[in-house]
């Protein structure tokens, strides 16, 4: 592909899709509220070059950072970012916070509660101490948000072809599906596809896991970039087949901004959206320069990826969008 015509596609083109609202459900902004501009600077530039519309952010956090302050980022970006509480300050083995305090959180408006599974030699998330937290999350209908299943030791390397370490990957999975077994109204979102997506069997055992397990949804945060491991057709039926089950987001992570960076930020969210919707073949993703081939999916499908399934898992997240004025009904269609 000449650089003429990717120019072509990337600053020319603009969605088929510009009513249906784009929600990004694994950001990294922090605490930070000076980077809510720039979260609003990436939409209207988004709106700008593609027609699109990025309505609304779920903010996991950045680093070891716990959300201390949800309504406050949620009132100042006039809704258009919703936070998690995280477990990144595990202590004695069992997630943090703890059950005692989910009614608290709930009340001040978190999204979910994002767990990021210990990694190498334990504590497992099948720990007996996250049991109470577990259960209370499934109590007050608070989703597993972002959930990393053995992130070090997922689909990473140059091949991609299953795990650098498959021995602890495969006990950290197991160590999940026990989870999902003791608690199965516990609504949870994988993030990174569960780092399944870098073969067409690792794609196999997520379908098995999808259907083995009905309050299981992924994000499809950096996983862009290894859509080109997996059979297009194959790649493509599995979309199609689970769109009820998968959602939209990138892994961004956001923060400090200027001009520059908020273009670049923008363009990534432009191929993403452009990989998904069309059947081009796109220079990059977001996190990488690969060429990926579009995967032209159907106006249902990505209604579903791009904000349905979100409004499923995060009750807050239809609130918000009407307070902004989407008119959504009780189907969640949006009027047209």
């Not at 000449?2 to 120019?7: G, I, R, T, V």
């Not at 780092?195 to 945060?221: I, K």
């Not at 997240?317 to 949006?334: E, S, V, W």
Request: proline share 4%.
């Amino acid at each position: 592909m000449s650089f003429k015509f990717f120019k072509t596609i990337m600053f020319n083109s603009h969605t088929a899709f510009p009513e249906i609202p784009r929600i990004d459900v694994h950001s990294h902004l922090g605490n930070n509220l000076g980077v809510i501009p720039i979260c609003l600077k990436i939409r209207e530039l988004v709106k700008e070059i593609y027609s699109a519309d990025i309505a609304m952010w779920i903010n996991v956090g950045r680093g070891k950072e716990i959300i201390e302050n949800p309504e406050e980022i949620e009132r100042v970006s006039q809704y258009r970012i919703l936070s998690c509480i995280s477990d990144y300050e595990i202590q004695g083995g069992s997630l943090y916070p703890s059950y005692k305090e989910l009614p608290q959180w709930k009340s001040r408006g978190i999204a979910g509660y994002k767990i990021w599974i210990p990694s190498e030699k334990g504590p497992y998330i099948d720990n007996y101490e996250n049991t109470l937290t577990l259960s209370k999350m499934e109590e007050l209908n608070i989703p597993a948000a972002s959930v990393h299943i053995a992130d070090p030791y997922g689909t990473y390397g140059k091949r991609m072809k299953w795990f650098d370490r498959p021995a602890e990957y495969w006990r950290q999975i197991l160590s999940w599906r026990t989870v999902l077994e003791k608690h199965p109204k516990l609504i949870s979102v994988c993030a990174h596809m569960m780092w399944l997506c870098g073969s067409d069997d690792q794609l196999d055992f997520l379908r098995y896991m999808l259907d083995t397990f009905p309050n299981l949804f992924v994000d499809l945060a950096a996983t862009f970039q290894y859509f080109h491991l997996i059979q297009y057709d194959n790649l493509r039926e599995f979309m199609i087949e689970y769109s009820d089950r998968i959602l939209f987001g990138t892994d961004i992570n956001i923060e400090v901004a200027d001009n520059r960076s908020i273009k670049e930020y923008a363009k990534r969210y432009k191929r993403c959206f452009l990989i998904l919707e069309t059947a081009k073949v796109i220079r990059g993703t977001f996190h990488s320069r690969n060429k990926i081939r579009g995967l032209a999916l159907p106006e249902e499908v990505l209604e579903n990826i791009y904000y349905k399934n979100a409004i499923k898992i995060y009750p807050r997240l239809k609130t918000g969008l009407r307070k902004m004025g989407y008119a959504i009904d009780q189907k969640m269609q949006l009027a047209r």
